[in-house]
């Protein structure tokens, strides 16, 4: 069984920066299969995607990360980054770390079948 635990969150000032890490276990890679995201979701909104990267190194962001924010991943394939700069209070949300459960788009939430328990992020105007 594949355990997402997500760390970094904090409070910041609007224009600083954060890095969030997600440590996976259980999680075999396959290049074929390996895809690993960030999502979020701020209180009365629904969970949205925030950057994605599968095992051809292929990565989407959504259009509100604006170049802010870097997704990356250790040699291992096993911890999984965002660095997150530039905040603003609309960045403000809970974010979670996903892992593929299921075939598809590495960037439906459908697809991913395993979830961390999610990093808080707020950042004060």
């Known amino acids: 069984q594949v355990h997402l635990v997500e760390s970094g969150g904090a409070s910041v000032q609007a224009g600083g920066s954060l890095r969030l890490s997600c440590a996976a276990s259980?999680?075999?890679?396959?290049?074929?299969?390996?895809?690993m995201g960030w999502f979020r979701q701020a209180p009365g909104k629904k969970r949205e995607g925030v950057a994605v990267?599968?095992?051809?190194?292929?990565?989407k962001y959504a259009d509100f990360v604006k170049g802010r924010f870097t997704i990356s991943q250790d040699n291992a394939k096993t911890t999984l980054y965002l660095q997150m700069n530039s905040l603003t209070a609309e960045d403000t949300a809970m974010y979670y770390c996903?892992?593929?459960?299921?075939?598809?788009?590495?960037?439906?939430?459908?697809?991913?079948?395993?979830w961390g328990q999610g990093t808080q992020v707020t950042v004060s105007a």
């Open positions: 996903a892992a593929r459960g299921d075939g598809g788009y590495c960037w439906i939430q459908g697809v991913f079948g395993y």
């Open positions: 259980g999680y075999t890679y396959s290049r074929s299969r390996h895809c």
């Open positions: 990267i599968d095992g051809d190194g292929g990565i």
